[in-house]
């Protein structure tokens, strides 16, 4: 049950577009579209931005999209806005029937 | 609206043990399978365990298996985690969430607010 990898921070300036990545194998992130991803700010309970890997709930901004390729999903947010600022976490139904996390990414919006 | 609620943390020594609870509103829930998802000071979310709707089937991260047990009671609309042979790497909130459906796949849709377990002599 390895961890996700993701990369430790990620910056860009307000209006920009960003994208995190999230690499892991094919018992997990490419053997299945279940990858979600959630933004947590400080203090606070993790909240969910994208579903089986490209679905936005409803009430998050369109902003906010996913995709996959192979072993990688990856999250993009386009129109940076100051409140964006927060930790991004993946996380991936594995063959083991569980689930994996990735180690989390900082976002800085400058 | 969906509303998780954990409670039950607190301070135990290594080796001690501890139940947590989680009480679940807003929604059916024993149409819904549950996890417990747990974040160290300062580290990231680490997933702990998964049962489904009926309790029928539970998965547990390695780290926790044989140590941890999950049960709910669909009566009372609560989920419980019971945490034995507590070590000092168990420190962490621990959250609740509910899954989007019955199964193990379904994703983790809402969060609760967290309880915090400190494993301390």
């Known amino acids: 049950q390895s961890a996700l990898t993701q990369p430790a921070s990620v910056s860009g300036s307000p209006g920009q577009s960003i994208t995190i990545s999230c690499t892991g194998t094919s018992s997990d992130v490419g053997g299945y579209n279940y990858v979600s991803w959630y933004q947590q700010h400080p203090g606070k309970a993790p909240k969910l931005m994208i579903y089986?890997?490209?679905n936005r709930p409803s009430g998050v901004s369109n902003r906010f999209s996913g995709s996959k390729s192979g072993n990688t999903a990856s999250l993009t947010i386009s129109g940076l806005q100051a409140e964006d600022e927060a930790d991004y976490y993946c996380s991936s139904y594995t063959r083991s029937s569980t689930w994996v996390f990735g180690g989390g990414t900082k976002l800085t919006v400058l | 609206q969906v509303q998780l609620v954990e409670s039950g943390g607190g301070v135990v020594q290594p080796g001690g043990s501890l139940r947590l609870s989680c009480a679940a509103s807003g929604f059916t829930f024993s149409s819904y399978g549950m996890h417990w998802v747990r974040q160290a000071p300062g580290k990231g979310l680490k997933w702990v365990a998964f049962?489904?709707?009926?309790?029928?089937?539970?998965w547990y991260a390695d780290s926790v298996k044989g140590r941890f047990t999950l049960s709910r009671d669909n009566s009372k609309n609560t989920l419980y985690l019971q945490m034995n042979s507590l070590r000092g790497e168990d420190t962490a909130v621990y959250y609740c969430?509910?899954?989007?459906?019955?199964?193990?796949?379904?994703?983790?849709?809402?969060w609760g607010k967290g309880t915090t377990v400190t494993v301390s002599s």
């Open positions: 089986d890997v490209g």
């Open positions: 969430a509910k899954s989007s459906g019955t199964y193990e796949y379904y994703y983790m849709d809402v």
């Open positions: 049962i489904r709707y009926d309790a029928s089937n539970k």
